[in-house]
């Protein structure tokens, strides 16, 4: 019953609760002008009541029309027009007011300016300085390269930087604690959630200690990610310890979709050569001091080298952003690196929300990954909420003969997700895709592998928050040595790890339905 209160009155809800009684409090006062007009005309003007109902029926229709006709044409995912027609055509005038008010998500006008300038005088510090090609050229995988750099022209291709390998929350929580402890001139962190506890505990024990020496620490964390995690105050709690923290994108009570745009990246970076990415967060959970849902599987990979230039970029980038800044990026970048031998090539990546980035970065990086292998694709995942572009290219893959599995949790953090991700299982599988649920908890990594020569370690899930809405980073690896770990650690989890059958995607035919017709909103959400 506490946890149920806690659950209700935590400010998470009460943030989702202010932008319902907002929308509504925005409709009630349109519905309510139009009834005092009504009352006005009946009781002064009678003889010209029935017209003007008549002309607000006709104009309410009009715009139903015209909001239709206008998603039938725009430039989206197709998959979020029919949510939108479905909404417009049942609830009429209100379907009109929430396309008008949710559907856009392009950020505002002056944090794209603001994108655009940071980009063109600082995006030239992270161009790759080695002449030198790697040992193992990417070959059949250039592809997938120079398509990513077409998309998103920052995400360089470097050679020589030594990579590293996390299988658990664990392994990566020493190491971070560890290089954190050897920075001399800075510390950059932007993660999607911190939460108060004893490894968070221990990263400011850290962080607060290297403030005293003199070294700069700057961190971000999203608001409503860390909501119910952290005070809502405790960016200034931070700050007077003499960390330079940013709060990305606070939540405001107005009735907009632009809270749907959060920070999900996921970065460490220390002196400028040495950086780390992947699924965990900076919470007790991510490292299995608290279990809520099994044993926590999460990954991470750590970089030393030239390729730790796209991360300082990143992280400057939007942290200007967020704080309307336009300082000069060089003083981070070193101005020499160590070249790491037989370390194959990375290319780090950022995304988000377009225009400021290219469309569906992530999720064109996948699909090329999945067109381009011949052997096998082997994919770590939370959540499987995926469009038809994707699940086509899947099918697509798996009928070419190519190995394509994915591991999803079997204990899920999120019960609509797991129901939503339960629902594509059944194509899929007929399709040729093999399904595999991690029993001994849930899985977060967010990882894909390909024929033993090429893979993607980062943020981005597969889902429509993560390839549409936020802001995510990932590297593309070729020929790397983290990419032989990975391989080993997705080989163990699949010993311990159930495949799914036909039949049993079949099973609960009434809940499969309902997940069915939820799966027509989830691109909305």
């Not at 004893?198 to 964390?221: N, P």
């Not at 690196?337 to 290219?358: H, K, R, S, V």
């Not at 899947?394 to 129901?419: E, N, Q, W, Y």
Request: charged share 20%.
């Amino acid at each position: 019953m506490k946890r149920t209160l806690k659950k209700i009155f935590s400010r998470f809800s009460l943030v989702g609760l202010t932008i319902v009684l907002m929308f509504l409090l925005s409709v009630g006062v349109i519905v309510a002008a139009i009834y005092v007009l009504d009352q006005v005309l009946v009781v002064y003007y009678p003889e010209a009541e029935i017209y003007v109902r008549w002309g607000l029926t006709a104009l309410a229709y009009l715009a139903s029309v015209i909001c239709v006709l206008h998603v039938a044409n725009r430039d989206m995912v197709p998959e979020t027009k029919i949510p939108w027609i479905l909404a417009i055509v049942v609830l009429n005038f209100v379907g009109v007011m929430m396309y008008c008010t949710f559907s856009f998500v392009r950020p505002p006008k002056r944090q794209r300016k603001r994108y655009v300038t940071l980009y063109t005088e600082n995006a030239h510090l992270a161009e790759p300085s080695a002449s030198t090609p790697a040992p193992g050229d990417p070959g059949q995988w250039m592809t997938t390269g120079e398509a990513l750099r077409a998309a998103n022209p920052a995400a360089n291709l470097y050679t020589g930087t030594k990579t590293q390998f996390f299988p658990t929350g664990e392994e990566f929580g020493k190491s971070l604690i560890a290089d954190l402890n050897t920075a001399e001139k800075y510390i950059f962190m932007e993660y999607f959630i911190i939460g108060k506890g004893k490894f968070w505990s221990a990263i400011l024990e850290t962080l607060a200690r290297k403030v005293k020496e003199g070294v700069e620490v700057r961190l971000i964390y999203d608001d409503i990610g860390s909501m119910g995690k952290v005070h809502f105050r405790y960016h200034k709690t931070l700050q007077k310890m003499g960390i330079k923290c940013v709060k990305f994108n606070p939540f405001v009570p107005v009735v907009t979709n632009i809270h749907n745009n959060r920070d999900h990246r996921k970065i460490t970076v220390i002196d400028g050569k040495v950086a780390y990415t992947g699924g965990l967060n900076l919470a007790d959970e991510y490292v299995n001091i608290d279990s809520p849902f099994g044993y926590w599987k999460d990954n991470a990979v750590r970089m030393e080298g030239e390729g730790v230039k796209s991360f300082i970029f990143m992280f400057l980038h939007l942290y200007n952003m967020q704080t309307r800044g336009s300082e000069d990026f060089s003083p981070y970048f070193p101005e020499s690196y160590e070249n790491f031998e037989g370390e194959g090539w990375i290319q780090p990546y950022g995304d988000g929300p377009a225009p400021l980035y290219g469309k569906h970065v992530g999720e064109d990086v996948y699909i090329n990954i999945l067109a381009s292998a011949r052997n096998y694709v082997w994919i770590m995942t939370p959540y499987l909420i995926i469009d038809y572009r994707m699940r086509e290219a899947l099918v697509l893959a798996a009928k070419r003969g190519v190995d394509v599995r994915i591991i999803t949790p079997h204990i899920p953090d999120k019960k609509i997700a797991f129901s939503l991700t339960r629902s594509n299982y059944l194509a899929l599988i007929r399709g040729g895709v093999k399904i595999f649920e991690y029993q001994p908890g849930f899985v977060h990594g967010k990882c894909f592998l390909a024929d033993d020569e090429t893979g993607v370690i980062g943020t981005i899930n597969l889902d429509y928050r993560s390839l549409l809405y936020h802001y995510e980073d990932a590297v593309l690896l070729y020929g790397a040595k983290a990419l032989k770990e990975l391989k080993a650690d997705m080989e163990g989890m699949f010993g311990v790890s159930n495949q799914l059958t036909v039949d049993e995607a079949k099973k609960n035919v009434v809940w499969r339905w309902v997940c069915e017709i939820a799966k027509i909103f989830a691109p909305l959400f």
